[in-house]
């Protein structure tokens, strides 16, 4: 957990850019330079679930339940920590209002369609589960068939129109906190797509009381 960015990478990706659900441009420099930082990077969801292998939608699931814990992050402990939550998805804008309607996150989400920062910052890609006798995360909540019913109806049965605008669909992410002048004081890429850091020890990380 010591890994950190040079600052070279971190200057490179502050100018590169993000986009809001209404496609509106932002460098992610403008957006870090607001205050510290927690940065999310999760594929914004997986909508061809019935068309892919099912490592992925059990990975899109996982990032899914993951973003409802994010959710659940009271404003109040962001604010007393002086500290701002952002989630980055590799999927395209229009995507996003599914995302916030399955995951109840509320708080800012940018998409960076060309994965251009998820690159940058050395995130991989694969369609890997949890390996044997590694402890799963405590987002991973769902049995895998029922992950598998519920991505069937939430996929190509109820959102065909977001086919092919989920982004990269082996695209793993992570999490990253930053200062407002833009040091990198913590980050954990995932390894495979149930992979994210608990939601406490982020929050631990950043200093945010949660739950």
């Known amino acids: 957990m010591a890994q950190t960015l040079e600052a070279s990478v971190i200057e490179d990706a502050k100018k590169l850019t993000v986009k809001d659900k209404e496609g509106k441009e932002y460098t992610f420099g403008s957006l870090l330079e607001k205050q510290d930082s927690i940065v999310v990077f999760i594929p914004n969801v997986c909508v061809t679930y019935f068309m892919t292998d099912m490592p992925r939608r059990l990975g899109s699931q996982s990032c899914q339940q993951y973003t409802r814990q994010l959710a ?24 996003m209002d599914f995302y916030i309607e399955a995951t109840g996150y509320k708080g800012p989400l940018y998409a960076d369609s060309s994965r251009a920062i998820f690159d940058k910052f050395g995130l991989i890609s694969n369609l890997k589960v949890t390996p044997d006798g590694e402890p799963k995360r405590s987002n991973l909540q769902a049995s895998r068939l029922n992950v598998f019913f519920t991505s069937f109806w939430r996929g190509p049965v109820k959102n065909a ?45 950043a200093g945010v009381e949660y739950p």
């Open 72 to 95: 659940g992050i009271s404003p109040d402990a962001l604010a007393k920590a002086n500290k701002q939550l952002l989630v980055i998805g590799c999927g395209e804008p229009d995507v």
């Open 161 to 205: 129109k977001y086919l092919g605008k989920e982004g990269k669909v082996s695209q793993l992410g992570g999490e990253f906190i930053f200062t407002k002048d833009g040091q990198c004081t913590f980050l954990w890429r995932m390894k495979h797509t149930e992979d994210h850091i608990e939601v406490a020890d982020l929050m631990r990380e």
